[in-house]
Nanobody, 121 residues
Framework: QGQLVESGGGLVQAGGSLRLSCVAS????????MGWYRQAPGKQRELVAT???????AYADSVKGRFTISRDNAKNTVYLQMNSLKPEDTAVYYC???????????????WGQGTQVTVSS
C-alpha cells in the first residue's frame, strides 16, 4: 500500500547545491529511521546520511560538512540538503526507511526507486 518516492535529483555544476526529498506514503504509525544511500556506476551502494527516530544523525565522512539530513514528521518526509557538490558525488541516490504501518506490526524496510544526481566539473 505504501512506498517511498524520491525527488530533487538532477544536473548541477561543481560547487552547486541540490535538495533531495523522500516522501513516505500509506498508513504510518512510526518511522524508526530514514536515510539516504547512493550508488555510483560500478561501485557498491554506500551510506550517505541517516536520521533515527530520536533525531540523531550520522553521515559518511565524505559528505560531512556539506550534506545535511532533516525531516518533516507531519509530512512524512526526509530531506537531504547537498551543498558544495563535487563530481565524485555523482550517483543514484536512494531513500531508505524503517516504517511501522500499525502499532501491532514490526517495522518493515522500504527503498525508494532512486534519483540521479550528476555533478559536472
Amino acid at each position: 500500500q505504501g512506498q517511498l518516492v524520491e525527488s530533487g535529483g538532477g544536473l548541477v555544476q561543481a560547487g552547486g547545491s541540490l535538495r533531495l526529498s523522500c516522501v513516505a506514503s500509506g498508513r504510518i504509525f512510526m518511522i524508526n529511521f530514514m536515510g539516504w544511500y547512493r550508488q555510483a556506476p560500478g561501485k557498491q551502494r554506500e551510506l550517505v546520511a541517516t536520521m533515527a527516530s530520536g533525531g540523531s544523525t550520522a553521515y559518511a565522512d565524505s559528505v560531512k560538512g556539506r550534506f545535511t539530513i532533516s525531516r518533516d514528521n507531519a509530512k512524512n518526509t526526509v530531506y537531504l540538503q547537498m551543498n558544495s557538490l563535487k563530481p565524485e558525488d555523482t550517483a543514484v541516490y536512494y531513500c531508505n526507511a524503517a516504517i511501522r504501518r500499525v502499532v501491532t506490526s514490526p517495522p518493515s524496510i522500504y527503498w525508494g526507486q532512486g534519483t540521479q544526481v550528476t555533478v559536472s566539473s
